[in-house]
């Protein structure tokens, strides 16, 4: 193959220059893997991946593999490339009317030639030939002006022949260069080596990061829109029930309205007023004949007007003061507030407490369960259970109940003094030995506190310090099945997280607990873990 077509093999689709750290898809095309990455990023968005060589689309981000042989391959082209390139800018010291590009170089002249000049050139021993070079006099020993061709191993540096024999290097350890040259090339091969790995391990920590990135972003993107929808919903239901307690306040003060009553009262007071000046007027004549002829003035006044004020059903009534408001919508109001937020509660956090009791069958026989199945307690008096398969050996017991699915947490309290262990476990975990113990195996997860009050979370044997400020004896765990997550939160206020575990969970998942002896100054001190309702 042709170095032009070799070359365009090796050219990256996106940038259109020599790969760089060559990645390969699913699909077989290589791309650089910053040129990738890049068109990635933006295809984000769209939640469609696809390859810009061949439109291949991915539903999820596809997984960059690097492609060592290309790496490989490209490296040395361009390695090959240099060379030539350098090559060409060395010219024949002897033609010198038209420069030709030069193809051996003569220490012992100090010239480069071309392959006429070379074919004439002097043949003895002395005329050490060597590839094209500008830099021939830092092929000669500056002191003696004659070719390097030792190198001193105590002071590290070429010599010439002389220089071992009479120079300031004599009776040195010298070896010859095409030897130290290949011990040289040995340790950077060894370098190179660890280096490489370590790149690698890089860069899979790197691509860990963003596959850890984007789930969390994805699953924010999830809490997030679960939320707004939560949150829009108790609005409406806000809302209808700010509507219907003023429509009731509203309907009761209709109830109430005094607007019919004031217009019979304006009605009696103009009546009564006018027979007033009735009677003023007759009191005011001076004729006796007129005066008598009048109605008596008991006929003046309506018989049932007088008895008003004892007929309930007068018009002298009084109104009501506002007392008989019925308060009990409002009241109603407030009790489906309180289920508006348990529902809250529950629709952002998990389903509710889980009901856990312990399984006595699992128990080591120096664990004293409660009567309830609530409480783990260390005792010294070994307990006579019998030895089955699923018994523990030492110090743990696991719930009845495993889960499956869903969102579940529930709280527990512990000893101040104690020293104890507390997760979840797969079923399928072993009963005995020190590897059974909840957090020192990969089918078990804890929350631990050890003999000089620290805490750490413990999964397959690696330790995560948590914090020395936890003062707290009250705890609760989360499980998120679907999600992979289970959290440990100490109980204070505010309720404060501690750590979180993101696995792929495979089998049922138990509640676990493992609590060991203590002694203080000789003595045992209590030791327990307590479920809370």
């Not at 790149?199 to 924010?220: G, S």
């Not at 027979?275 to 049932?304: A, F, S, Y």
């Not at 809250?344 to 956090?349: E, L, T």
Request: net charge negative; aromatic share 6%.
């Amino acid at each position: 193959m042709a170095s032009a077509d070799l070359r365009d093999e090796l050219l990256c689709s996106i940038c259109l220059s020599i790969f760089k750290d060559p990645v390969i898809l699913r699909c077989g095309h290589n791309f650089c893997r910053v040129c990738i990455d890049r068109v990635l990023d933006t295809q984000e968005k769209s939640e469609v991946y696809s390859c810009p060589e061949c439109r291949e689309e991915f539903w999820e981000r596809p997984a960059l593999m690097r492609n060592i042989n290309l790496q490989n391959v490209a490296e040395r082209f361009l390695f090959t490339q240099q060379e030539q390139e350098e090559i060409t800018g060395i010219c024949c010291t002897y033609c010198v009317d038209s420069p030709v590009p030069a193809v051996r170089s003569c220490l012992m002249c100090e010239a480069s030639l071309c392959d006429r000049h070379l074919k004439v050139h002097s043949k003895s021993p002395e005329h050490v030939l060597s590839d094209p070079s500008t830099s021939l006099e830092k092929r000669k020993c500056s002191v003696h002006n004659k070719i390097l061709e030792y190198y001193c191993t105590e002071d590290a540096v070429c010599i010439c022949v002389s220089c071992s024999l009479a120079g300031k290097h004599e009776e040195h350890q010298v070896e010859m260069l095409d030897e130290a040259s290949e011990k040289k090339k040995k340790k950077l091969r060894n370098v190179l080596h660890i280096l490489t790995t370590k790149r690698e391990e890089t860069e899979k920590r790197v691509r860990n990061l963003e596959d850890h990135r984007r789930k969390a972003r994805k699953k924010a993107a999830g809490e997030a829109k679960r939320v707004t929808a939560l949150f829009i919903d108790i609005r409406r239901r806000l809302d209808d029930l700010e509507k219907k307690v003023l429509s009731e306040i509203s309907r009761q003060e209709k109830e109430e309205s005094l607007s019919t009553l004031t217009k019979q009262l304006e009605i009696k007071k103009d009546e009564l007023s006018r027979k007033i000046r009735h009677i003023e007027d007759l009191c005011n004549m001076t004729d006796p004949l007129t005066v008598l002829q009048e109605p008596d003035t008991g006929d003046l006044c309506d018989p049932e007007e007088e008895g008003g004020d004892e007929d309930t059903g007068g018009h002298d009534k009084q109104p009501h003061d506002g007392d008989d408001l019925d308060v009990a919508v409002i009241s109603d109001t407030f009790r489906t507030l309180c289920d508006i937020i348990s529902g809250i509660r529950s629709g952002i956090y998990v389903e509710g407490p889980a009901d856990i009791l312990l399984d006595v069958n699992t128990a080591s026989n120096n664990l004293l369960i409660s009567d309830d199945l609530k409480t783990a307690t260390w005792t010294e008096e070994k307990q006579k259970r019998p030895e089955t398969a699923e018994r523990f050996q030492d110090y743990q017991v696991m719930s009845r109940r495993g889960f499956t699915s869903g969102r579940h947490y529930w709280d527990v309290e512990s000893s101040r003094s104690g020293v104890w262990r507390v997760g979840m476990c797969y079923p399928s975990i072993d009963r005995r030995g020190r590897q059974s113990y909840t957090g020192n195996n990969n089918k078990s997860w804890s929350l631990c506190r050890t003999h000089n009050n620290h805490y750490f979370a413990r999964h397959d044997k690696k330790e995560i310090i948590l914090p020395d400020n936890i003062s707290s004896d009250r705890f609760r765990i989360c499980l998120d099945y679907e999600a992979g997550q289970l959290s440990f939160y100490e109980l204070c206020d505010p309720i404060k997280h501690l750590h979180t575990f993101t696995a792929t969970f495979t089998e049922p998942l138990h509640v676990a607990m493992c609590v060991f002896w203590r002694k203080i100054k000789g003595c045992y001190v209590d030791s327990w873990l307590k479920i809370r309702s």
